[in-house]
């Protein structure tokens, strides 16, 4: 069965647990969890119409930088900490990871892949930064700061004695494929990884 990013990740949610989406957007997904799966949800968002979406659906949102760490939040206190397509986007992503992992027992973290054949090819071939599905800006107008690709962040948790429990390789329409599974670093455009504490 194909899920996508939302369902792959409310899958690793356990029903009545309790989650911090860093970087939560309008509240989306967290509002789903909390109807579908009954958790006591928290987000941090920066973006203050983000905030008055979540406000407006029930969502308990903090307003944060992530780049500040989380150090209101004491150590496990919450059972899954969400990142969704936003490690990218921080100044400093290790501090994130690692805060992340200090405060959550499990991690769930997606990011657009840079080691897309459509990345590849646009600045290969055409010798300019790629515009995907998964990276939708220009350049100059993106909030991506960190470009990486799934083998990037697999180092990178190995670096960190950061422990990949799962990791599911989309395709452009957000789901698995035959492809995206067999060459993930060549055919996912977006990467979900559960992680945790080695």
Known sequence: MNLSEFERVMEWVAP??????LGCGDGTLLARLRETRQVRAYGLEIDL???????????????????QGLSDFETASF????????????????????????????????????GHWRSRMQLGLGGRMPVTPALPSQWYETENIHLFTLKDFDTLCDAQGIEVVDRVPLDAQRRESRLSR???TMFS????????RA
């Not at 119409?49 to 992530?66: E, F, P, R, Y």
């Not at 455009?189 to 945790?196: I, N, Q, S, T």
């Open 79 to 114: 059972d899954t900490v969400i990142l969704l397509q936003t490690l990218q986007a921080v100044h400093f992503p290790i501090n994130v990871l690692r805060e992340m992992l200090r405060v959550g027992r499990e991690g769930v973290v997606t990011f657009p892949n840079f």
């Open 49 to 67: 119409n983000n905030i008055v979406s979540c406000v407006a659906q029930g969502v308990n949102v903090i307003q944060a930088d992530l780049d």
């Open 182 to 184: 067999a060459w993930p």
């Open 189 to 196: 455009e977006l990467a979900v990884y559960r992680v945790r």
């Open 16 to 21: 009545g647990s309790r989650v911090l989406d």
